[in-house]
């Protein structure tokens, strides 16, 4: 069974800030973490004119770049429909939990994301059952689901493995 929890919300609401401090103290506790980060654009992680680049614009379906560092695959939709996420998860590599960022509408447990510098000010949770907490910038009145502050990323983390069962929920 693999573990996924998502970090959700509007744009500028911390998503990917919180996804990169979640990632280093899951890792600096002993975790083995995977992302999937969802692109709402068009994107490119290649460089015009490097030969994967080429290779690409050639109409090559998937290109691999491997060194002794590092290995990427990246797959051209052509044609094709924009993969699901269970799609995706299943491409990764074993790990003991996946970090997803984005994936509004997926039906995996998240964290709502909130900032007042944020796009939409628009609470998610209200009308997604699977956000299981929020964590702000701001004070959060009235609500029901366990709050954070944004920047208190150890006690998040502690959420994340009880809420994924990485560690037992007495723990």
């Known amino acids: 069974m693999r573990r996924v929890f998502g970090i959700t919300g509007w744009k500028n609401s ?31 992680i290649d460089k015009p004119g490097t030969d994967s680049f080429r290779h690409r614009q050639a109409g090559a379906m998937e290109v691999a770049i491997v060194s002794s560092r590092r290995w990427a695959l990246m797959h051209e939709l052509r044609n094709e429909d924009e993969p699901k996420l269970d799609e995706i998860l299943a491409r990764l590599a074993p790990s003991d939990i996946v970090l997803v960022e984005g994936y509004k509408r997926e039906a995996h447990k998240k964290i709502e994301a909130r900032r007042l510098d944020a796009k939409d000010q628009t609470p998610l949770a209200a009308g997604d059952p699977n956000i299981v907490a929020i964590a702000a910038d701001f004070k959060v009145e009235g609500e029901t689901l366990p709050v954070f502050d944004l920047d208190d990323t150890k006690s998040i983390a502690d959420f994340v493995e009880r809420a994924t069962r990485l560690i037992s929920p007495g723990k």
């Open 14 to 44: 911390g998503k990917t800030t919180l996804a990169e401090k979640l990632v280093a103290e899951l890792a600096r506790r002993g975790w083995t973490v995977s992302t999937v980060k969802h692109a709402h654009h068009d994107f490119d």
